[in-house]
């Protein structure tokens, strides 16, 4: 007698409105009010985390009144619908009262067909952000509106299997979660650090003579060496706030690279028109690059102040404040070397300088670690969830029970 072959379910293809209990709806068109824990929580845009948690800085509330026909039911899912957070999403899973914004779209689930925890798992996969990336509109402001969501398709389980897939996901979805707040609280914690070093708040090592104040036209000197035939496109680099200093893109580099402005190791280069929203940074590179004619590249009085020190210094309050004031008056923005040396603060002997630095660069590297395992850990949470949603890995258990 021949073995009975089991062969596996092939699970069916179903677009995000059949998922759904009633039409999507959009959420309410009404300014937020202070928070009030007697009034429902307002959920906008940039309360969504990329991790779909809410946020608890900055909560805001809206009156009954407004939210009237705009709360949320437990098992609901928002999706945001348009600017940069574009497809971000919030499963609301308990009752405490909270509406939802405009530019977020309600998707009610039918839990008859498909648990709400699924479908959150699913709206935070690399399926729905793949889909996602070739929906969106052409422009500076992409948008995805409540029938284009609904096209959305993927494979669709039994119940029961969806509540093991779910239940997976959770589980390393917690493991990000706490792992994104301990960076949160590591990052607050060196922000206060970093001001309270740099400018002298804290001491190290019970020091408590005062510094001097300086000016940085003091203490840097401005680099206007031409790059002439001496480098190649390939050591052509920009300036961006998030990465510091990176290879340039080709289509933006000049066709004669001859008058590219020289970069070296720990000096410092900016876009006039662009530091005041951060884009300055300290080469980190071993030899010297070039950048754009365009911008400003300066470097450090070595005797007097260290690149390190000035790094950290460029990343306070202070600066911020100075660049708010140097640009004030300006319809556009211009702040060239002239007025950046004019900014003042006290300069601690060299030897304190590199202690502090030593202090805030180990705290960065601790972070830095930090961030590149939560990096790890989401990279092979997607690769789960990719093979778990597609039905490529297979949950034994919750497919025999099914």
């Given at each position: 007698?021949?073995?009975?072959?089991?062969?596996?379910?092939?699970?069916?293809?179903?677009?995000?409105?059949?998922?759904?209990?009633e039409?999507?709806?959009?959420?309410?068109?009404?300014?937020?009010?202070?928070?009030?824990?007697?009034?429902?929580?307002?959920?906008?845009?940039t309360?969504?985390?990329?991790?779909?948690?809410?946020?608890?800085?900055?909560?805001?509330?809206?009156?009954?009144?407004?939210?009237?026909?705009?709360?949320?039911?437990?098992?609901?899912?928002?999706?945001?619908?348009?600017?940069?957070?574009?497809?971000?999403?919030?499963?609301?899973?308990?009752?405490?009262?909270?509406?939802?914004?405009?530019?977020?779209?309600?998707?009610?689930?039918?839990?008859?067909?498909?648990?709400?925890?699924?479908?959150?798992?699913?709206?935070?996969?690399?399926?729905?952000?793949?889909?996602?990336?070739g929906?969106?509109?052409a422009?500076?402001?992409?948008?995805?509106?409540?029938?284009?969501?609904?096209?959305?398709?993927?494979?669709?389980?039994?119940?029961?299997?969806?509540?093991?897939?779910?239940?997976?996901?959770?589980?390393?979805?917690?493991?990000?979660?706490?792992?994104?707040r301990?960076?949160a609280?590591?990052?607050?914690?060196?922000?206060?650090?970093?001001?309270?070093?740099?400018?002298?708040?804290?001491?190290?090592?019970?020091?408590?003579?005062p510094?001097?104040?300086?000016?940085?036209?003091?203490?840097t000197?401005?680099?206007?060496?031409?790059?002439?035939?001496?480098?190649?496109?390939?050591?052509?680099?920009?300036?961006?706030?998030?990465?510091?200093?990176?290879?340039?893109?080709?289509?933006?580099?000049?066709?004669?690279?001859?008058?590219?402005l020289?970069?070296?190791?720990?000096?410092?280069?900016?876009?006039?028109?662009?530091?005041?929203?951060?884009?300055?940074?300290?080469?980190?590179?071993k030899?010297?690059?070039?950048?754009?004619?365009?911008?400003?590249?300066?470097?450090?009085?070595?005797?007097?102040?260290?690149?390190?020190?000035l790094?950290?210094?460029?990343?306070?309050k202070?600066?911020?404040?100075?660049?708010?004031?140097?640009?004030?008056?300006s319809?556009?923005?211009?702040?060239?070397?002239?007025?950046?040396?004019?900014?003042?603060?006290?300069?601690?002997?060299?030897?304190?300088?590199?202690?502090?630095?030593e202090?805030?660069?180990?705290?960065?590297r601790?972070?830095?670690?930090?961030?590149?395992?939560?990096?790890?850990?989401?990279?092979?949470?997607?690769?789960?969830?990719?093979?778990?949603?597609?039905g490529?890995?297979?949950?034994?258990?919750?497919?025999?029970?099914?």
């Open positions: 007698m021949s073995e009975r072959i089991k062969v596996r379910p092939i699970w069916r293809q179903v677009s995000l409105g059949e998922c759904v209990s039409k999507p709806a959009y959420g309410a068109n009404a300014p937020a009010v202070e928070y009030d824990p007697k009034l429902p929580r307002y959920i906008r845009i309360d969504i985390s990329d991790a779909g948690t809410l946020s608890d800085h900055d909560r805001k509330s809206l009156s009954w009144e407004r939210a009237n026909g705009n709360m949320l039911k437990p098992g609901d899912l928002v999706i945001a619908r348009s600017g940069a957070t574009v497809g971000k999403s919030y499963l609301h899973r308990d009752k405490t009262p909270v509406a939802y914004a405009g530019y977020l779209i309600r998707f009610r689930p039918n839990k008859s067909l498909i648990e709400p925890e699924f479908l959150s798992a699913v709206t935070r996969s690399p399926l729905f952000i793949r889909w996602l990336a929906m969106k509109r422009g500076a402001q992409p948008n995805v509106n409540a029938e284009e969501y609904s096209s959305f398709e993927f494979p669709l389980p039994p119940v029961g299997v969806q509540q093991e897939i779910a239940r997976i996901i959770s589980a390393w979805d917690t493991a990000l979660d706490r792992i994104s301990l960076i609280r590591k990052e607050k914690a060196f922000i206060s650090l970093r001001e309270r070093l740099v400018h002298g708040a804290n001491r190290l090592g019970g020091r408590n003579s510094w001097p104040m300086v000016a940085l036209s003091e203490v000197r401005q680099l206007t060496g031409r790059n002439g035939d001496r480098y190649g496109r390939d050591l052509v680099m920009g300036v961006t706030k998030a990465e510091g200093i990176v290879p340039m893109r080709e289509h933006v580099v000049a066709e004669d690279i001859s008058r590219y020289v970069l070296p190791p720990n000096g410092f280069a900016y876009n006039p028109m662009r530091i005041n929203i951060g884009s300055i940074a300290m080469s980190e590179h030899g010297d690059v070039i950048v754009s004619p365009d911008y400003v590249v300066f470097a450090c009085k070595e005797d007097r102040l260290h690149p390190r020190f790094n950290h210094l460029r990343r306070t202070a600066w911020a404040d100075f660049m708010t004031i140097a640009g004030n008056g319809v556009r923005v211009r702040i060239y070397y002239a007025s950046l040396a004019e900014f003042e603060f006290h300069l601690p002997p060299l030897d304190e300088q590199r202690a502090i630095v202090v805030l660069d180990d705290a960065e601790e972070i830095a670690a930090l961030e590149a395992e939560r990096a790890a850990l989401a990279k092979q949470r997607d690769a789960l969830a990719t093979e778990l949603l597609t490529r890995l297979r949950v034994p258990q919750a497919e025999a029970a099914s």
